[in-house]
């Protein structure tokens, strides 16, 4: 792990790494429940957040996690930016590193962006989501979650819900459960399902009550408005009727199935909010266990951390 210089995505990494990352998360979740959560294991970097798309659990779960660490944060987001101005990407990403940035954050509407950026920047890079193709912390964070929920990996029935098309979070835990040997199904409209993503060794069907079957996880999508055209299913009331998890859907899963879903949730469209809500919910939990998984994950990319 000390030659990993970046975390682009999940699709680079191998099933030993990200269980590095997982138990090292373990152990800074330990350190978050002490009266003082504060370590020095990075004290005196700089991480800067660079989000360019709107943000609420990323963003500030990585500011808080680089300040537990005891770095310098910077935010940085593009309404008040010279990126306005019109400066491009790598213009800025330069300018941030000439102020002294380790550790750069980036969140784009672009898919690929952060990689891009990996050819020009000696900081460490960490994509925190870049357009429609990959979410890797979302990914550890929801592997951790499993994880302290369910024990482990192998064999477990994972239904990931919803506008798969558009989500950098359904591709990056394709990646991460694959990977870690659990058996993933896809569930939503055809038109938001390509049959390509079975090539990536996982099920699809369109039919909710099959999707969720027996299922031990359930991960529900967010549907991305702002990033679909007209006609992708006929009304958001429909929609819900066939692919919103109800309490009476979530019968078909096991009794003691977990309900996941990165946020931000559109509550009725895709996740009613008695299961959002609900005893088989997870959700603050991912949230909260955001924390240590940045944390874990900003201490392996620094190779020159305070042992
Ligand atoms: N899950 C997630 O990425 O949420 P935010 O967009 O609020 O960061």
Redesign the pocket.
């Known amino acids: 792990m000390a030659s990993v210089k970046h975390l682009l995505g999940i699709k680079e990494l191998s099933a030993q790494e990200i269980m590095l990352y997982l138990n090292s998360a373990g152990s800074f979740k330990d350190i978050l429940k002490r009266d003082i959560k504060k370590v020095p294991a990075l004290r005196g970097r700089t991480v800067v957040n660079l989000f360019l798309?709107?943000?609420?659990?990323?963003?500030?779960?990585f500011e808080l996690a680089a300040k537990r660490l005891s770095t310098d944060v910077i935010n940085f987001s593009a309404p008040s930016s010279s990126i306005l101005k019109g400066e491009s990407l790598l213009d800025t990403a330069l300018t941030v590193e000439a102020l002294g940035a380790d550790i750069i954050i980036i969140?784009h509407s672009s898919s690929g962006a952060p990689h891009m950026l990996s050819r020009h920047i000696k900081a460490h890079l960490i994509n925190?989501?870049d357009g429609t193709n990959e979410?890797p912390t979302?990914a550890l964070l929801d592997a951790f979650t499993i994880k302290e929920k369910k024990g482990g990996f192998e064999g477990l029935k994972v239904a990931i819900v919803g506008d798969i098309i558009h989500s950098r979070?359904a591709k990056s835990n394709i990646y991460c459960l694959k990977k870690l040997g659990a058996d993933v199904r896809l569930v939503g409209p055809a038109t938001l399902l390509p049959e390509e993503f079975r090539e990536l060794g996982v099920s699809t069907t369109t039919s909710m009550d099959e999707g969720l079957e027996e299922a031990d996880v359930i991960m529900m999508l967010r549907l991305q408005l702002e990033r679909q055209g007209k006609g992708f299913f006929p009304t958001t009331a429909e929609y819900f009727r066939q692919w919103g998890l109800s309490k009476k859907r979530l019968e078909t899963a096991k009794p003691d199935a977990i309900v996941m879903h990165?946020?931000?949730m559109n509550r009725g469209i895709e996740i009613a909010s008695a299961v959002a809500d609900g005893d088989n919910s997870v959700i603050l939990e991912q949230v909260t266990n955001?924390l240590a998984v940045r944390m874990a994950v900003m201490y392996h990319l620094d190779e020159r951390k305070e042992q």
């Open positions: 798309e709107p943000s609420t659990r990323t963003r500030t779960s969140r925190a989501g979410h979302q979070v990165p946020g931000p955001g």
